[in-house]
């Protein structure tokens, strides 16, 4: 089983700052990594994913993300943030053999400011 | 566009009246998921379909219940709610047997209980 831990609940931050959102994870196994933005009262979109390859991930709305196998991590980040980030993102993750479920991190809420 | 939609998008019940929220893909993916989610909680998965297979997950109360009568439709009984049953229900679906089986959400249905 693998676990996600998403290290601040909220991170305050004023518009076209740069932003880090930090996620460790757990597993025995070789995982997939995701991260999700939850925008109030909407579902959850696909921000980007790690699969294999390039540890550098880039994803929609001009965030990437990297995959760091000896820190367990996979931390976001946007260079400059837009008042319209303000969200939930969650990170998750799911073991890359066989078939599993995602693993969710109790979620970041990201709150900019002008 | 192909989506998961769910209907209704908010839900008023009584307490301890039956209330069923739908979902419906057109994604034509063979895994769907419904989570629970409650205010600023991750999501939480309650069961799941792959194919005609039903899997619930242990804690799932045996208040809920699932039906997917067909590869686009999927269904959340909740049989008798309490006020505990009032939160954000997401349903996702995947496609199994892919590289990575992405789930992809549903804009969600808030359920209130009265």
């Known amino acids: 089983a693998q676990s996600v831990t998403q290290l601040d609940s909220q991170v305050p931050v004023f518009e076209e700052a740069p932003v880090e959102l930090r996620c460790n994870y757990s597993s025995s196994v070789s995982v997939y990594l995701f991260w999700y933005v939850q925008y109030p009262n909407q579902g959850l979109q696909l921000l980007l994913k790690?699969?294999?390859?390039?540890?550098l991930v880039k994803g929609i709305n001009g965030f990437e993300a990297e995959f760091n196998k000896s820190q367990t991590s996979f931390h976001l980040r946007k260079p400059s943030v837009h008042i319209s980030d303000t969200a939930e993102y969650f990170c998750?993750?799911?073991?890359?053999?066989?078939?599993?479920?995602?693993?969710f991190g109790k979620g970041t809420m990201l709150l900019v400011s002008p | 566009d192909a989506m998961v939609i769910q209907n209704p998008r908010y839900q008023v019940t009584q307490f301890g009246k039956p209330v069923t929220l739908s979902c419906s893909q057109t994604?034509?993916?063979?895994?769907m998921y419904w989570y629970q989610q409650k205010s600023s909680q991750a999501p939480k998965l309650l069961f799941h379909?792959?194919?005609?297979?039903?899997?619930n997950e242990a804690d799932t109360p045996d208040n809920f219940q699932s039906r997917r009568p067909n590869t686009s439709f999927c269904f959340l009984d909740i049989r008798s709610p309490g006020l505990g049953d009032a939160a954000m229900y997401l349903c996702?679906?995947?496609?199994?047997?892919?590289?990575?089986?992405?789930?992809?959400f549903g804009p969600g249905t808030r359920l209130l209980v009265l």
């Open positions: 998750a993750a799911k073991m890359n053999s066989g078939y599993s479920t995602l693993t």
């Open positions: 996702a679906t995947g496609k199994a047997g892919e590289y990575e089986e992405t789930q992809y």
């Open positions: 994604l034509n993916h063979n895994v």
């Open positions: 379909y792959y194919d005609k297979d039903f899997n």
């Open positions: 790690y699969l294999s390859g390039s540890t």
